[in-house]
């Protein structure tokens, strides 16, 4: 049977719009059920990577990175890095198991390891694997600033930026498709500047995304690092010292994956009362 030129582009633009149905739908279910609250900043999140999925993974890479590259062999701060993360680790776990989160407790693997590299860096993985490298030692400076950073790296994971990050590739993905699709039938030039203006928005949104993160980070860090009995005042200086080292050169904020040196000083400083509160009620 031959079908007329009419018929075929019947059902094209049927099968297109089913198409289009479904993104909407998928991108609907996204948003209303898999939306959650980070605790203590109460920021609303959508996060459709389960923990089982990422993990193992996680745990894994860690491994991996740590047979790659050298530990450092200067015992005074290696043992540093791991009693601040014992300290602000545990913080973190009272607070989650005096709120109903003791499954969530569970599932976190707490590792703390200095690496020998002059980068100025510390990161942890979703689970609790943290690595600081040598040149970010003397940006801490003194305890309180290692359990400054240490209080950041670890709030990530707390606020499970990873997974995050991870649900809004995917959703950047559903809404590359859903752009295709409504300009399908439309000029070629039509497509370019539709997916032009989609590339740049979104490109901007996932860098103000990741601001966002840091930001929370910086502030769940300060009210951990208190909770572990450390100086909040400390926080802000990380990065008086981080400035000075940068000498204050950065692209605009806009364009970052990280807040400002300078906003993140004002942040921290304007918090610090804030977190102190927390800090406090968490700590009965």
Known sequence: MTLSK??????????????KKIVVLLLTVILFVEC???????????????????????????????????LSNNTTMSNQIKSVGKRISAAVDRFMRANNMSKEAN?????????????????????????FYTGIMPICANENGVAAVMGHEVAHAFAKHG?????????????????ALGTSGKSAQAQQMWNTAFGVGSGLGM?????????????????FMIMAGYDGREAAEVWVRMSQKSGGSGQPEILST??????????LRAYLPTAKKYAAQYNR
Not at 109 to 131: H, Q, R, S, Y
Not at 163 to 179: C, I, K, N, Y
Not at 213 to 223: M, P, T
């Open 6 to 19: 009419k018929s075929v582009l019947l059902i094209n633009n049927n099968s297109q719009n089913k198409m």
């Open 36 to 70: 959650s609250t980070v605790p203590i900043t109460g920021r609303k999140r959508v996060n459709i990577v389960s923990d089982s999925q990422v993990l193992p993974a996680s745990f894994a890479q860690y491994k991996g990175f740590l047979a790659e590259n050298k």
């Open 107 to 131: 599932s976190y693997k707490w590792e703390f390891n200095l690496i020998e590299d002059k980068t100025v860096n510390a990161w942890c993985m979703p689970g609790g694997k943290v690595v």
């Open 163 to 179: 997974q995050e990050r991870m649900s809004q590739g995917r959703l950047q993905q559903f809404g590359g498709l859903a752009v």
């Open 207 to 223: 860098l103000k995304f990741s601001r966002t993160h840091e930001q929370e980070a910086d502030r769940l860090g300060l009210v």
């Open 258 to 267: 990280h807040p400002s040196n300078a906003s993140r000083i004002k942040d």
